[in-house]
């Protein structure tokens, strides 16, 4: 080691080495990880799609491969599922209650958010908070009296139940979340845009909601998958096959008695399953970009 | 003519003619702003001259952007009146006050590209997209900013972001502009030229500005005439000349200066001078009508184009004082030492003892 590669009595070239070697573990670890938890992510999904074809004779035999076929693929638990079931329509139920659900709920909750966050009223900060309270209490508390709601409305065996309760779920949560949004973007841009020519409404409408585009997607991907997952409500208020949602009706049809309807279960919850991720995938990036990153300050 | 509005009444022409833009006087009558207990702005009776630069200056809290924010619309006064080109305009939204206003952000909309920035107030009068492109290259132009049109705010630089902001203001033909403290966000380097675009921009278009600062080399430098503000009251109005050297009260006198009029207390009055006036004798011309005084030297800071010097004043119970000597007097200081300095007699400015105000000259007598 010549003396130009020590300093102060250190090695460097010596460090150089270490901080390399540290480098390329590091990386390595990473992609390790990466790929274990990539694994872990898809081989439920991998398992369902391979069963949903399966004989029942391949599936229940324990020497068979569980993770391959043994005997040749068959459709006839999706004929089942299609046929002989309320699948579709548990499907258009969920979508019906997850659209009308997440128009409520921003209808509702843009407003309040807003109001929250930009005007300075006396009670703003208490209702805020009030708001949040509610967003704590859980719903197996709630379920007994909204039951007796519905039903003194007259509203159990129908879609419009659903409808007029999640929204108790979805709106403290979404109110609380948008806040935090309109919090994000600066007074400055909406006052400029009512100086610029437009009035406040016309000025949110132009400037603030486009950048509120992530707080929006986040609200409408929550309230409609908790349309699609919530169990309790849906099964306590509606009973007949007409009126359930996937969560309910799914369950609730495919295991009769002590029966288990593997495959068909397994290709109902794949059916619902896949677009879902898919969806969540493509707004990914929204949720995290620093959307108004440079605008105000450099 | 470069350019020419399409079915408006009014025509914007060529852009190096400073009668061409419709300029009009801003005023504000017993103007107050409260918020809930706190008095924002107490009472401002303020008049702009056509297409005069008028700079609110104060420190931060004293009312200057309430004030500002009030003429735009943006707040509404808890009593008094706006006029703006000789029209009430307290109970109109911001939108109907034909005003332009630059944040000191700058408040770019991130989600539009630098072209759609400029455009958006054309877009929201409801000019039709040929005249609206002619307009925005226009302006563009008149900013040397025609190259970033295409770009998104965060692409830009602060200087850039400037010069967007101030196109996008033009574009609407105002009649008055009003800027909040918009170089406080740049470095300084950068402020120097940003201010230079500024008033070379406001020479030009020639148009009412009001400009609010607490930074007073920005208030000196540009302003036509400057409103010192405290407290929610107008201190002093007057052209930089006057506020720095014929100071309404104590306030203004400390707050304008850096470092600020040395101020010493005597009985039944104040009296105060400038660092800069403020010299060891034999440097000063006037001896005979200069006052003298014996001034102990604690300490020199030596700046290149200046010194100061910090110590106290003997014959005024030791009250602290500061002396400004410019490099050209080399003279030799030695600290922890009486020196004998003196004012000449004309730069002493007087106050009240009780509320501060300036007062006639006194005869001193020690």
Known sequence: ?298 | MPFSTTGGDRVWSAAGDPHSAIVAVVEVRDLRKEFGEVVAVDGVDLRSEEGEFLVLLGPSGCGKTTLLRMIAGLEQPTEGEIRIGGEDVSRLPPRARRIAMVFQSYALYPHMTVANNIAFPLKAQGMDPEARNEKVEWAAGLFGIEGLLQRRPRQLSGGERQRVALARALVREPTVFLLDEPLSNLDAKLRAAARDDLMEFQRRIGITTIYVTHDQVEAMGMGDRIAVMDHGRIRQLGTPEEVYHHPADVFVAQFLGSPPMNLLETPGFLFGFRPEQFLPEGVAADEGTRVPFTFHVNRIEYLGSERFLYGFIREYDETRVIAMLPATVTLPISIDQDHKFSVAKDQLRFFDYDDGAKIAPQPLMR
């Open chain 1, 1 to 298: 080691m010549t003396e130009s590669t020590t300093w102060a009595g250190t090695d460097v070239a010596a460090l150089q080495r270490q901080a390399d070697r540290r480098h390329r573990w590091g990386r390595f670890g990473l992609y390790a990880g990466a790929i274990l938890f990539a694994f872990l992510a898809a081989f439920p999904f991998s398992w369902a799609l391979i069963s949903m074809f399966k004989e029942s004779n391949d599936l229940y035999v324990k020497e068979n491969n569980p993770f391959w076929f043994n005997e040749s693929p068959t459709l006839e638990h999706l004929r089942l599922l299609f046929l002989e079931t309320n699948y579709l329509t548990f499907i258009r139920n969920t979508v019906l209650v997850g659209l009308a659900v997440t128009a409520i709920t921003l209808a509702v909750s843009l407003p309040a958010a807003y109001a929250l966050a930009r005007l300075r009223l006396r009670w703003g900060e208490r209702m805020g908070i009030a708001i949040f309270l509610v967003y704590l209490i859980p719903p197996t508390l709630l379920f007994i009296p909204m039951t007796r709601v519905i039903t003194s409305l007259g509203l159990q065996e129908s879609l419009l139940s659903l409808i007029l309760v999640y929204p108790t779920i979805t709106i403290p949560i979404s109110s609380w979340l948008l806040m935090g949004f309109f919090k994000g973007i600066p007074m400055d841009i909406e006052e400029q845009a009512m100086v610029d020519g437009h009035s406040r409404m016309g000025a949110i409408a132009r400037v603030v909601l486009p950048l509120m585009f992530p707080g929006i997607i986040a609200v409408v991907v929550f309230a409609f998958t908790l349309a699609s997952h919530e169990f309790i409500y849906a099964l306590a208020f509606n009973k007949s096959s007409a009126v359930k949602t996937i969560a309910t009706g799914v369950p609730t049809e495919l295991v009769r008695g002590d029966v288990f309807f593997w495959q068909s279960l397994q290709g109902a919850v794949i059916m619902i399953a896949v677009p879902i991720a898919l969806l969540f995938n493509a707004f990914l990036d929204r949720f995290i970009s620093g959307f108004t990153m440079g605008a105000v300050k450099g």
